[in-house]
């Protein structure tokens, strides 16, 4: 084993590690793990808000995020007062935020790597000038015109 551990849960890793979301605990142990009853985890999977994995056999399997899900609707509804329909919307919020965020990174990487082709064909653009011209302007050209002779 690893000195690894899952979450805040003390829970060591094994084989290279759990992710997050990986949905391992049955409802009795999450609901000790989250300081709940199990009746109300299922309360809040019925509101939906929190939605542990499925069983082929329907039965409810809960994530190290689940729990820390559960712990988050507890703090908000005891310690906050916020009712379950306001910590549902919070938590909608926070999700779309979230995706928001990562939408933000992908958009900043794809500006980023379309300004270095932009940099890239310039370079070869600039590259490509013949260097046996020299660039000027019209404007400040001027033209020699022999005046009229002057009679007299």
């Keep these: 084993m690893t000195d690894r551990t899952i979450g805040d849960f003390g829970f ?9 979301d990986a949905p391992v605990y049955v ?18 999977d019925r ?3 929190v939605s542990p994995g499925r069983t082929p056999g329907r039965g409810r399997r ?14 908000l509804s005891q310690d906050e007062g916020i009712n379950l329909a306001g910590v ?3 938590l909608e919020l926070e999700s ?9 990174v992908e958009l900043l990487a794809e500006l980023d790597a379309t300004r270095q ?3 890239r064909r310039e370079a070869a653009l600039h590259r490509s000038y013949r260097r046996d011209l020299v660039p000027f302007d019209r404007r400040d050209v001027v ?6 002779p002057v009679n007299g």
């Design 12 to 20: 060591p890793s094994v084989g290279g590690g759990t992710p997050d």
């Design 27 to 44: 409802i009795s142990v999450a609901a000790t793990l989250a300081g709940m009853h199990p009746q109300t985890l299922r309360q809040y």
């Design 47 to 49: 509101l939906g808000l």
């Design 62 to 75: 809960y994530s190290a995020r689940d729990i820390e899900m559960l712990r988050q609707v507890q703090r």
């Design 88 to 90: 549902k919307r919070i």
């Design 96 to 104: 779309h935020v979230d995706a928001l965020r990562a939408r933000l």
């Design 117 to 119: 082709e932009v940099d």
């Design 143 to 148: 033209v020699w015109r022999p005046q009229p």
